[in-house]
């Protein structure tokens, strides 16, 4: 592996990760409208992900494709953050009998939005020419994510009690998850002395403001941080992560040269 | 009496393309307020990149024509060809009308 390549999958395994599971939500949307929206946030995701899976391809040469590198890698090389690989349940017993919680799929969206709108606009000055380019094209597109999480987050958090209730026990249950945003990794710490990848440090502080105003406006509480760190972007991962990728690439294994 | 709103309240979308210069209907969502509506017809009707600019207006709002009335309304145009200004040459500078 390379440096770039293994940033490079950082970042793709993330928007892919995310995408997979943004899309469960085809169809049982809470409301037409919002399943649209959020199939066009996922297909977005998806359509970054093919971005830096066809460049990592160009540049391991051989018979790397991206669907290789999407369908047939195992759950231990996938980079992405563990954040992303959680289910759309809430932690809370009374809550979680609905599999598919709306209130934890908008606070996971705010939360990696905010990152990533963040991320990709400092991405846009990558000495990584075609990565800048997928920056300039991920940016406006997670500009709207952040958008569409962000009017949600407030929605609901400063919606009924109910609403209020499980925003704010879905944000108890993945604000954790953020630390590993700024923990670093031996991938990122070369991507960054190659002048490819950003030091997340420098956005920290940015990222704090955007999550802070917009949990004022959503009356929720920040959790205060502590504990275990998840390490999924070093490739150890929850044990969602495996059952996610069986769904995701069965299809492709069954019929590894299918056409369609 | 006050009866509860179950249902998000109708709005009616306008997209302007970007060919066009004025905004046509095509077509309604329901939505909490003005601002969701707006990022609703967003993702439900500008999906094939049909359009640049986009109007929401409350389907309540709007004062509709009886379709009953119809024929008193619209059918005695029928027959005043004069009215149609086909008859003239525009020149170029005039541009779009």
Known sequence: ??????????????????????????????????????????????????????????????????????????????????????????????????????????????????????????????????????????????????????????????????????????????????????????????????GIGVDLQTLKADWDGIVDAALTEATLKRPLLEGYVSEGKKGLHSEHLGFLLAEMQSLARAHPNGNW | MTTELKEWPLWEVFVRSKQGLEHKHCGSLHAADAAQALDMARDVYTRRQEGVSIWVVPSAQITASNPDEKGELFDPAADKIYRHPTFYEIPDEVGHM
């Open chain 1, 1 to 194: 592996m390379s440096t770039a390549t293994d940033y490079l999958l950082h970042l793709a395994d993330n928007a892919l990760v995310l995408g997979q599971r943004n899309a469960e939500w085809c169809g049982h949307g809470p409301i037409l409208e919002e399943d649209i929206a959020l199939s066009n946030v996922s297909l977005d995701l998806i359509g970054q992900a093919r971005l830096l899976y066809q460049l990592v391809a160009s540049l391991q040469g051989g018979d790397a494709t991206e669907d290789k590198l999407a369908y047939f890698r195992d759950t231990g090389e996938f980079r992405n953050y563990t954040l992303l690989e959680l289910p759309h349940s809430g932690p809370l017993s009374g809550y979680a009998h609905a599999s598919l919680d709306y209130g934890t799929t908008i606070v996971r969206n705010f939360l990696y939005s905010a990152l990533m709108a963040l991320l990709w606009e400092a991405l846009e000055k990558s000495a990584n020419a075609d990565l800048a380019a997928i920056a300039s094209k991920s940016l406006k597109e997670v500009r709207y994510h952040l958008r569409h999480s962000r009017d949600w987050l407030v929605r609901l958090g400063d919606g009924t009690d109910e609403s209020h209730a499980r925003t704010q026990a879905a944000l108890d249950h993945l604000m954790p998850y953020t630390q590993e945003f700024w923990t670093g990794s031996p991938a990122e710490a070369a991507a960054v002395a190659a």
